[in-house]
């Protein structure tokens, strides 16, 4: 029994793994700044696959960090601006205390800062990393850009959350890479395709915050001050690949446009600037000036082991791109004052529409309503009063659903005050077996180049119509059916007649029915028997397994049928009622 | 003079100097009203009082001094109220007190705006509200209030001083010196630290009135209540109380008659009645109403700025400039050139101009590879937020929006089990849609889960569910077995226990739970024989030697021998002539049971031999030969497994010790091996040596029932835990394979005799049909397939099949029910 004795949790994943609090004490911080810095860092506690082994036998619910984490940690610089922080709020506090102003102002003047500039750098080694991760700090950022100027967060970073915004939405603009938008319930979805990463963000509507209480805001404030330095150097690097200037310039005619007599009547040059840039409606200057068209003609390298259907299945993929993002060129759009502006303005734009609004609304109008050349006004109110001729009017939604059906779609849906077409969400892609809405059906069926949608409805409505006539006239003919019964009751009595003749013969051989075995059914059965025989003979694990799977897709698959059955009786019910205001309306 | 009385009343004070007032102050002293009289011995030693009394006598001594100061205090700026007061520092302090008070006064009525009136030394309330307005019997004259009118009306500012004859001109010149006696009755200070004093002179007609007024001070009078008198006057002597004899009667009928009920006021003091004059009421409503005591006093007078904003051209002195204020300062100099040298040393550095916004520039310009690190191989990047539906559109598809009972159901689950964060809505039109109020709170929550939440990699299997499904040989390949329900025997009352199938298979006995055993014809299910036994059936076996035709039954305590007598004739008779000639041995052994011929009326029924137990029966099984068969007892003892020979009607018990409830035992079908399961082992004897060759562990709770293929080197066990377990002899002493195919208790399991098939019936209704094929091949394991799953039973009291027998040559499996039916399944 030699050797030294074996301590327990002095090896193993007892040692990898830091509680929080043993954490937040090797680093000398206080709790409110360890958060900051995990927040910063992008350090995320760690689940041990043994939880009592780590936790030293215990099984208090306890969060752990990666003990290498922590080290890593332990050299970040900021950590030290920390300290200073803390060490400068106790001398100003002490300032105060002793009504030292001098000092105090002193104090702040040598405030302690620090740039994260190393840490995005460090987190997002390459710039694709960094696009991947955008989504949370685009969504983030429209949030504080939106929040009002009191209280809650400072005002720069709510300005400067507005500005990283209005310069990516600008970007999106020039580059024309918006691919999807969807207006829920929530906010307005947009989704673009960066450098073949889809971003994906979300935006309130615009309206004023009910602001939680339940909320920490400082968790919030630490995140927007990570996310608005990425955002800002991800901006930078987006412009420049676009040969645009950083900070964004508006393009030289435009500016002339708007800055002459109007420039006193704003507060500040940089904040009416900030204010053009974010009306969407001109475009960027260009470091370089576009001598010619930029669309170089790729070439194309055939990739090893691509078919000839790959290739071409490619090259249509592209030219279908290029066409979507050619949707809105050359129409002219009017954004009518109750319309939300800056997602109709920002969607129309990416898709090459000009657009315009009414001068009082918003800086950065380009033309009037009354401008003959306005192909389409987007109108959010029941009925026009003035309708010009040769423009249509149409509701917000055609803009939305035209662009996630990469075309555009009929107009006579969109009328003013029409009950519109369901708004369908373009991130959903149905796989086998799901359920599929009847207008995405239709939908499909228009990309494709039919046009079955309308034909059907007609039909149905010709149908319905001639079923209604077919009633009418039953009721016409009754008059009819009695002089016709009573010649009918005649040819009976002949019938019988000759049936009593024929009687004669005693024997009387009936057709056997021919009972059909459905082979197709036994086959079938005989199947499901020997399947259900076979997983009779299943193991114990494969059993469980199969039958989890089985029970998702059982499940999925009453779901799917759930709402085919609910939407079901949703359109019988709503024909019915059309069939009595259509007979209501006969009578 | 006034300094010898003054000083025994301020033995309570210290005083500092005896000496007399400075005369700065012209006080005219007025002469004494009367001849001073020290007070009487017995001196009422309450200091309390003392001071107070002092005051009112020195308030009455200066009372017409303090009007002349009042006089010129008007008369005068406030600088020289400010001078009275440094004078009556050094008065005693009773003169001090009332002196204070008119200087309050003064300086209120003088300024107008000068009113720091120090509140905190002012006698405040001494006769307050009402009280202060008091009458004595007699005419009244408010005299003080007339002279401070008058103060009031003397234009304030800019006054020259007045000349000292005026001064001494006394305001009450109408009046007799000698004949006033100056009572200072009062003082009143307003809420608004106006101070009114009201003098009420008291003239007294003629000398022979005495001086009424009491001594006691400022004290709470309900003290006298119980004594016949209120105070004490000057000479100390006892004021008596009026007598006042008026009840409640006398009260109300003066209230009703008297006029002036209302403005008449008692005197606590002297206890006396005091009808209020028309001026005092007056001042009273006006002091009520928080006014000026003076009626012509105005307190909006216009203000005169003394020191004004406007810069005056002059200066306010004549002194010359100094000389420091044009050399420059040495110590100025001192400073900056200090800070001079520092700045030059570069020890004060100019403050950086401060940077509100943020530089970017390309971050990324050179991507290093290097930069890549191991932990960003090991990062778990955070799941992207989940893309939002159709449901969540704000004009969904009508099949996305909730119905009633939905949104009811949604409403009631918890937030975290929720499959939607949200309730789908549908708006008409995009102005329709408000704002969503959850907004932050998401954004927060995602906050959370970003930094709080532990990441892991999660394997998803992905696998189709159909190669999980092993692939089986299939069962069209593994003909012939049962396929069909072919017939079904009908006749028994009760659930059916047993079968038993004859060794030609053209017999089939099944023993029932209403006491009867029947005896079929298997080709067309016709019930030959009902032998009524009189007690429930549990086991019965049709013995394997095709040469004899005997059945033994289990009925309770006893083994029924029983002759069918079915089939040739033949054979059965040989079989009675085997079991005739029996020849008892010449010595009885002692036996374990009892072997009883039957009597005739039994014989011909059928049954030859009865084997006598001494406890209930649960199985009987032959032996392959046909002579010997085994029993097993319901018991614990080590009786439970009895052999018995049928040629020789002998039994012995094989076991000395019990090894557990036996469940059931058979022979091996070839070699001398005996098989006896208990609950969860199958003990394996070699009856030749006589000794345990295997224990086969079944790894199921119960053994129900067990089966041997017919090779002999495979086991079936049926536990009532719903498995089945197959041994292979060779392989080892654990289950070769645990086949659950049953939901419910396994009852029975059976071997085909030629075909490779076995069956297992089960408490739930169904017969499953197994292909069990095993190989002469040692290295080839056997293959096990189900093949046929039988259904046909009903449940009757949650029991399905009782008991599975295959035919000895066909394909055919027989099962009995609890719902009393045989059935035959080909």
Avoid at chain 1, 22 to 36: C, E, G, I
Avoid at chain 2, 80 to 109: F, I, K, N, T
């Amino acid at each position: 029994m030699g050797g030294l004795e074996k301590k327990k949790y002095q090896r193993g994943s007892a040692t990898n793994y830091i509680t929080r609090n043993k954490a937040r004490k090797k680093l000398q911080l206080s709790l409110p700044d360890f958060r900051r810095l995990c927040i910063l860092k992008g350090i995320y506690p760690h689940e041990p696959r043994h939880k009592k082994k780590v936790n030293k036998g215990s099984t208090a619910a306890r969060t752990f960090y990666l003990l290498k984490d922590i080290k890593f940690l332990l050299h970040e610089p900021i950590v030290n601006k920390f300290r200073e922080y803390k060490i400068f709020v106790r001398k100003l506090r002490k300032a105060y205390g002793k009504s030292e102003w001098g000092t105090a102002e002193r104090l702040k003047d040598n405030k302690p800062t620090y740039k994260l500039d190393h840490i995005v750098k460090e987190r997002y080694p390459t710039f694709v990393d960094a696009l991947r991760d955008l989504d949370d700090a685009l969504s983030m950022c429209f949030l504080f850009s939106t929040f009002p100027r009191t209280g809650k967060c400072h005002v720069q970073t709510i300005q400067l959350c507005r500005r990283l915004a209005v310069e990516f939405l600008n970007y999106v603009i020039a580059s024309r890479s918006l691919r999807k938008v969807f207006l829920s319930i929530k906010g307005i979805y947009y989704q673009a395709e960066v450098l073949g990463q889809p971003i994906t963000w979300i935006t309130p509507y615009t309206f004023a915050h009910d602001h939680p209480t339940d909320v920490d805001y400082r968790v919030m404030a630490t995140f927007t001050e990570f996310y608005t330095t990425l955002l800002g150097f991800v901006n930078f690097r987006l412009y420049h690949s676009l040969n645009l200037h950083y900070p964004p310039k508006i393009d030289g005619q435009a500016e002339v446009e708007v800055k002459p007599a109007e420039g006193k009547e704003y507060a500040m040059d940089s904040e009416s600037y900030l204010e053009k840039l974010s009306a969407l409606s001109a475009s960027l200057a260009r470091v370089v000036a576009p001598t010619q068209e930029d669309d170089v003609e790729m070439d194309e390298f055939p990739v090893e082991g691509e078919t000839a259907e790959q290739m071409d299945a490619r090259r249509k993929e592209q030219e279908a791109l290029e066409k979507h993002k050619k949707l809105f060129e050359g129409l002219r759009f009017f954004l009518n004052r109750e319309v939300p502006r800056e997602p109709l303005a920002f969607v129309i734009r990416c898709f090459g529409g000009q657009v315009s609004w009414d001068k009082s609304l918003c800086i950065g109008a380009t033309y009037d309503v009354s401008d003959p050349s306005i192909t389409h006004q987007i109108v959010d109110r029941p009925r026009v009063e003035q309708q010009v001729v040769g423009r249509y009017y149409l509701q917000p939604q055609w803009v939305f659903d035209s662009v996630n059906a990469k075309l555009c779609l009929p107009v006579a849906d969109y009328f003013p005050g029409v009950l519109l077409p369901p708004h369908l969400s373009p991130f959903v892609t149905e796989q086998e077996g799901d359920y599929i809405p009847p207008e995405k059906l239709k939908l499909l069926a228009m990309q494709r180049g039919e046009d079955p949608g309308e034909e059907t409805e007609e039909e149905e409505e010709e149908e319905e119509e001639e079923e209604e006539d077919d009633n009418d006239k039953d009721e016409e003919e009754e008059e009819e059916d009695e002089s016709e019964k009573e010649e009918e009751i005649k040819l009976k009595k002949m019938e019988e007649q000759k049936a009593q003749s024929n009687k004669a013969l005693p024997v009387k051989v009936t057709a056997g029915k021919v009972r059909l075995e459905d082979k197709q059914r036994l086959e079938q059965e005989q199947q499901s028997e020997e399947k259900r025989l076979a997983i009779m003979m299943m193991k114990k694990r494969e059993k469980y397994l199969y039958k989890k799977i089985m029970f998702g897709k059982k499940r999925k698959i009453r779901e799917a049928n759930k709402l085919a059955a609910k939407r079901k009786a949703h359109d019988t019910a709503l024909k019915e009622e059309k069939k009595k205001t259509k007979k209501a309306r006969r009578a | 003079m006034p300094k010898l009385w003054l000083l025994p009343y301020f033995h309570t004070q210290p005083l500092g100097s005896t000496t007399f007032p400075s005369p700065t102050l012209a006080f005219c002293h007025s002469p004494m009203p009367k001849p001073w009289t020290p007070p009487p011995a017995p001196r009422r030693t309450a200091t309390h009082q003392l001071p107070l009394v002092a005051e009112a006598e020195s308030a009455d001594l200066f009372g017409l001094g303090v009007l002349g100061v009042a006089w010129r205090g008007a008369a005068a700026s406030s600088a020289v109220v400010e001078e009275s007061r440094a004078g009556v520092a050094r008065l005693p302090v009773a003169a001090r007190l009332s002196h204070q008070q008119h200087v309050a006064q003064v300086g209120d009525v003088a300024g107008g705006q000068a009113q720091r009136l120090d509140l905190g030394q002012l006698p405040i309330g001494r006769l307050g509200g009402d009280e202060g307005a008091q009458r004595r019997e007699g005419g009244v004259d408010a005299v003080g209030a007339v002279a401070l009118s008058r103060v009031g009306r003397v234009p304030l500012p800019g006054l020259a001083v007045q000349p000292p004859g005026f001064l001494a001109a006394p305001p009450l010149a109408g009046f007799d010196a000698e004949a006033v006696g100056v009572q200072v009755e009062g003082l009143l200070v307003g809420a608004r630290a106006l101070a009114a004093v009201l003098l009420v002179l008291r003239q007294h007609a003629d000398l022979g009135v005495q001086d009424i007024r009491n001594t006691v001070g400022n004290i709470p009078m309900e003290w006298y209540q119980d004594f016949p008198h209120i105070g004490y006057d000057l000479e100390g002597k006892r004021i008596y109380k009026p007598i006042r004899n008026k009840d409640e009667l006398d009260k109300f009928l003066e209230k009703m008659e008297n006029p002036d009920y209302w403005r008449t006021v008692q005197d606590k003091m002297t206890g006396a009645d005091i009808k209020l004059t028309d001026e005092q009421v007056d001042l009273v409503h006006r002091l009520q109403k928080g006014q000026f005591g003076d009626v012509h006093f105005n307190p909006y007078e216009p203000a005169i700025d003394f020191f004004t904003h406007e810069v005056m051209i002059h200066p306010v002195t004549n002194r010359p400039a100094d000389k420091r204020s044009f050399i420059p300062s040495l110590i100025e100099k001192e400073k900056v050139s200090k800070l001079v040298h520092a700045i030059k040393m570069g020890w004060i550095k100019p403050r950086k101009p401060k940077e509100d916004t943020p530089t970017y520039y390309d971050l990324w310009a050179h991507e290093d590879p290097n930069s890549i690190l191991g932990r960003h191989k090991m990062h778990v990047p955070a799941p992207k937020m989940k893309l939002p539906g159709h449901e969540e559109s704000y004009n969904p598809p009508p099949e996305y929006l909730l119905s009633e009972e939905e949104k009811l159901a949604w409403e009631q689950q918890e937030p975290a089990e929720r499959r939607l964060n949200f309730v789908p809505q549908q708006y008409r039109c995009l102005r329709a849609v408000p704002g969503y109020p959850r907004f932050i709170h998401e954004r927060f929550e995602r906050c959370l889960d970003l930094y709080l939440c532990p990441r892991q990699r999660k394997m998803r299997v992905n696998v189709d569910p159909e190669d999980l499904i092993p692939k089986l040989p299939k069962p069209r390949d593994l003909q012939p077995f049962p396929t069909t329900q072919a017939l079904v025997y009908r006749g028994h009352s009760s659930l059916v226990r047993c079968l038993s199938v004859s060794p030609s298979g053209q017999w089939l006995a099944s023993g029932s739970d209403d006491g009867t055993v029947r005896f079929w014809e298997v080709c067309t299910a016709r019930c030959m024989k009902t032998l009524p036994v009189g007690g429930v059936v549990k086991s019965i076996a049709w013995n394997p030697n095709p040469t004899i035709c005997l059945v033994a039954v289990c009925v309770e305590q006893s083994v029924l021998l029983v002759n069918p007598c079915l089939g040739d004739k033949l054979l059965y008779g040989a079989t009675d002539q085997v079991l005739e000639s029996y020849v008892p041995p010449e010595e009885e052994r002692v036996q374990p049971v009892q072997w009883v011929t039957a009597t005739s009326e039994e014989h011909s029924r059928g049954i030859r031999l009865t084997v006598q137990h001494s406890k209930a029966l649960k199985q009987v099984t032959w032996h392959g030969k046909g002579d010997y068969f085994a029993t097993v007892v319901a018991d614990n003892s080590n009786m439970q497994v009895l052999i018995h020979q049928t040629s020789k009607r002998w039994s012995q018990n094989p076991f000395r010790k019990s090894k557990g409830l036996v469940q059931c035992v058979l022979f091996h079908p070839i070699r001398p091996y005996f098989f006896v399961a208990t609950q969860r082992y199958v003990r394996v004897y070699n009856l030749l040596k006589q000794e345990l060759t295997k224990k086969l562990m079944a790894n199921c709770k119960w053994v129900s029932s067990m089966a041997i293929h017919p090779a002999g080197d495979n086991v079936i066990c049926g536990s009532y835990d719903s498995k089945l377990a197959w041994f292979d002899l060779d392989l080892s002493t654990r289950p070769y394979q645990l086949l659950r195919h049953h939901r419910k208790a396994l009852r029975s399991v059976a071997f085909h005799k030629h075909y490779p098939l076995f069956a297992s019936g089960s408490d739930d209704g169904t017969v499953i049909v197994c292909h069990g094929m095993v190989y002469n091949d040692l290295l080839q394991n056997p293959l096990l397939v189900p093949v046929k799953v039988l259904k046909g039973h009903t449940l009757t009291m949650d029991l399905g099949v009782l008991d599975v027998v295959f035919h000895p040559t066909q394909p055919w499996v027989f099962s009995s029910g609890a719902d009393g039916t045989v059935r035959l399944y080909t």
